[in-house]
């Protein structure tokens, strides 16, 4: 199990990596030295988490319908080949936005669009392979070995790339970009060969296509299930709506070059990191609840230090928020993957994971989207773009307190009790539907 483990992580290693330079270094480049409005920038970050409704569909439809006796791999295979081409072309769009605003458009809007549609088919096609290979009882470890591998491709990449791109020209930028998707290319195909099984035809779960209402009725008719769908959306919007505004605020705030806000990424990792390490050692000691709250409590603490660095110029508070952000960061990853994993049945869980990767794409948009149209919305107003970076933080700060009162309504036992009680009457419900 050890060892498909870490082919497990090698997958998760394989997206992360390409979704580095988009969302660190790439946003940078276009806010600072492209001038290209923050708001336009987040849209185009958020443009792939549009296509999140399909996972849904994706992990059911996968449950149902193997290519060649796999279930998973193939999926896993196609959505990898497309986030590396929208890493290769993502910043040759960035350019053509500058210069030729329409066709640079275009271009963004495929390039962000591939990556997207890459991510969602990759992501919700390997978590399932993860919570299928791994059982109820070790998908814990799974999940921190995955977690911890990927943080760790998260440190070592934001190096490479701030080593790459070091003085930085647009040259170097495009080279960077093209080694860190052929790198993820690689890994990836290394972590899926022997990884799956193929099914028997006899073990193989039947059935019509169900329509995407149907299959979401069969999830959020629970109402556990909407709770943690709420909470989920809540707290990864407070979460990740930093990912595009944290290397542009230390720009705007404290005068860093690219290669220094790029090296934010890697503190930010290293945080995690840690965090996750010792969420693995509190497993069996502390309820995942409690590790849940203390990490949300943890990156509420760095979003009020990074907002208070702001106001008193104050370069040593800025890394201290990215320090608690990042152990807030790599606490609540671990315990909600490990909750999102319990609240699935058996037989539907592709479906419910495809949920639970809907719920963190959305989060992903709302998150880029409200940080782009409020940073700038309140930069105009105040006419201090550092200004605008604040008050995100702060919104920010009060979706988690938000967050930690929805976490005390989840009760993975009642979930299970209810998907078990309505098994048979979903059933029946999505066959005269579908």
């Known amino acids: 199990m050890f060892y498909k483990r870490i082919q497990l992580g090698l997958l998760h290693v394989a997206v992360a990596m390409t979704l580095v330079p988009i969302n660190s270094t790439l946003n940078r480049v276009m806010i600072k030295e492209l001038a290209i409005s923050a708001t336009l920038v987040a849209i185009l970050a958020s443009l792939p988490y549009l296509f999140s409704p399909?996972?849904?569909?994706?992990g059911s439809f996968a449950d149902r319908h193997p290519l060649w006796g796999l279930r998973r791999t193939p999926y896993i295979a196609l959505g990898l080949l497309l986030c590396v081409l929208g890493v290769a072309v993502s910043p040759l769009a960035a350019f053509l936005i500058a210069e030729n605003f329409w066709i640079g458009l275009v271009c963004g809007l495929l390039a962000f669009g591939a990556w997207g549609m890459g991510y969602n088919l990759a992501s919700v096609s390997y978590l399932s392979l993860a919570s299928e290979i791994s059982g109820e009882k070790g998908r814990t470890k799974t999940?921190?070995?995955?977690?911890?591998?990927?943080?760790?491709?998260?440190?070592?990449?934001?190096?490479?790339?701030?080593?790459?791109?070091?003085?930085y020209t647009p040259q170097a930028l495009l080279q960077a970009f093209w080694i860190?998707?052929?790198?993820?290319?690689l890994l990836g195909f290394l972590g899926l060969l022997g990884l799956e099984k193929r099914a028997e035809p006899g073990a193989i779960p039947t059935g019509k296509a169900y329509s995407w209402i149907a299959l979401s009725r069969t999830v959020f008719n629970n109402p556990q299930a909407r709770i943690f769908f709420i909470y989920l959306i809540i707290l990864l919007t407070a979460i990740l709506g930093q990912d595009i505004l944290l290397e542009p605020f230390g720009a705007e705030a404290f005068g860093m070059s690219v290669q220094q806000t790029t090296r934010i990424t890697s503190i930010w990792g290293t945080c995690v990191l840690a965090a996750l390490v010792v969420a693995g050692l509190l497993e069996?000691?502390?309820?995942?609840?409690?590790v849940a709250q203390w990490g949300a409590w943890g990156a509420l603490s760095g979003f009020v230090l990074i907002t208070l660095s702001g106001l008193v110029s104050s370069q040593s508070l800025f890394y201290s928020g990215v320090v608690l952000l990042g152990v807030g960061t790599g606490l609540a990853t671990v315990s909600n993957l490990s909750l999102m994993l319990d609240m699935t049945t058996a037989g539907n869980v592709g479906l419910y994971i495809g949920a639970w990767g809907m719920?963190?794409?959305?989060?992903?948009?709302?998150?880029?989207?409200?940080?782009g149209v409020v940073r700038d919305s309140a930069a105009q107003v105040v006419q201090r773009p550092v200004f605008g970076y604040l008050v995100v933080f702060v919104i920010e700060v009060m979706l988690l307190l938000i967050s930690l009162w929805l976490l005390g309504q989840i009760d993975v036992g009642r979930f299970r009790q209810r998907a078990e009680k309505m098994n048979l009457l979903e059933r029946s419900a999505l066959a005269n539907d579908g």
């Open 54 to 58: 399909i996972q849904v569909w994706i």
């Open 180 to 185: 860190v998707g052929a790198a993820a290319l």
């Open 359 to 371: 719920a963190n794409a959305f989060s992903r948009l709302a998150g880029n989207v409200l940080a």
């Open 284 to 290: 069996g000691r502390v309820s995942k609840r409690s």
């Open 143 to 167: 999940i921190a070995v995955m977690f911890f591998m990927m943080i760790a491709s998260i440190i070592f990449t934001a190096i490479g790339i701030s080593r790459l791109v070091d003085p």
